[in-house]
């Protein structure tokens, strides 16, 4: 079962966005990666955050999401051709677009492998995603910590399969490029309110009493601290289709 966007999608923008500097950096580094007008697949489009700024720069892209919420969203910003659907049963005909674009998809969709069939399946030309590295960010020392409290409590936090950042240790990719580093300050008590209000999707699988137990230690660990540093690189990373095809029917 695919986890809902619904329940977030009014907060998802606000939770999400990149700054200017590095949006604008992302989407020209996709430009640069993709024919002008080629068709693209945005799977897992949410509230069109890449979709968009693509569709805005003369790209053929269809969105596709299992979230109602999220697409509505995309909509009312302009996003035109959006789907109702899973990635794992997409409706386009075999190597129907030239890309397809996944940004912070694949780690939600527990028949993960199924998904990248059907990518592999849609996609003439590339696998195309964005993947963040937090290792030095301040973002990643307080998720470790939630992370650590749940794990002491005797429950492990984690996804329901390896996102599109873990891939390239099961599929190495064809190619891999820094896009931007984001640094910046980071609002801790603004980000705790977001871990108290689960606006995190893999906070949501966390039992009531040991989601506030974490977050009270988050509180109590970090108080007095009104600001951390947001320290994060960002790569774009491409996967010839028909490798996709390949490892999706035989992973190895
Ligand atoms: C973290 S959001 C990312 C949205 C967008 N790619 C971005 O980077 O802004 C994940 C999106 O994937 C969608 N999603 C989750 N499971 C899915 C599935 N099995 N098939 C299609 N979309 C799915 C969610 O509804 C949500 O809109």
Same mark, same amino acid.
């Given at each position: 079962m695919a986890k809902s966007f619904d329940r977030i999608a009014d907060k998802f923008d606000e939770t999400r966005s990149l700054p200017e500097e590095t949006m604008s950096a992302v989407v020209d580094a996709l430009e640069w990666a993709m024919p002008q007008g080629a068709t693209v697949l945005d799977a897992g489009v949410g509230t069109g955050r890449f979709a968009l700024p693509l569709q805005n720069r003369g790209f053929e892209v269809v969105g596709a999401d299992v979230s109602t919420r999220m697409m509505a969203k995309a909509a009312a910003k302009g996003v035109r051709d959006l789907f109702r659907s899973d990635v794992c049963a997409l409706p386009f005909k075999d190597q129907a677009f030239d890309y397809t674009l996944s940004v912070h998809l694949i780690?939600?969709? #527990?028949?993960?492998?199924?998904? !990248?069939?059907?990518?592999?399946?849609?996609?003439?030309?590339?696998?195309? /995603?964005?993947i963040t590295d937090r290792r030095n960010s301040a973002t990643e020392e307080?998720?470790?910590?939630?992370?650590? /409290?749940?794990?002491?409590?005797?429950?492990?936090?984690?996804?329901?399969? #390896?996102?599109?950042?873990?891939?390239?240790?099961?599929?190495?990719?064809?190619?891999?490029?820094?896009?931007?580093?984001?640094? +910046?300050?980071?609002?801790?008590?603004?980000? !705790?309110?977001?871990?108290?209000?689960?606006?995190?999707?893999?906070?949501?699988?966390? #039992?009531?009493?040991?989601?506030?137990?974490?977050?009270?230690?988050?509180? +109590?660990?970090?108080?007095?601290?009104?600001?951390?540093?947001?320290?994060?690189?960002?790569?774009?990373?491409?996967?010839?289709?028909?490798?996709?095809? +390949?490892?999706?029917?035989? #992973?190895?």
């Open positions: 780690h939600l969709v #527990p028949q993960w492998r199924c998904a !990248l069939a059907e990518i592999g399946r849609v996609t003439r030309n590339e696998l195309i /995603s964005v307080i998720r470790t910590v939630y992370r650590g /409290s749940c794990g002491r409590m005797g429950f492990e936090v984690k996804h329901v399969a #390896p996102g599109e950042r873990e891939l390239p240790e099961l599929l190495p990719p064809d190619s891999k490029s820094k896009l931007a580093v984001r640094k +910046e300050p980071l609002d801790v008590r603004k980000l !705790l309110d977001h871990y108290e209000t689960r606006t995190l999707s893999e906070h949501w699988d966390v #039992p009531e009493d040991i989601h506030r137990r974490a977050v009270a230690e988050l509180r +109590e660990r970090y108080k007095g601290v009104d600001e951390l540093s947001i320290n994060e690189e960002l790569f774009l990373i491409k996967w010839r289709a028909d490798r996709v095809r +390949e490892f999706a029917r035989n #992973p190895g």
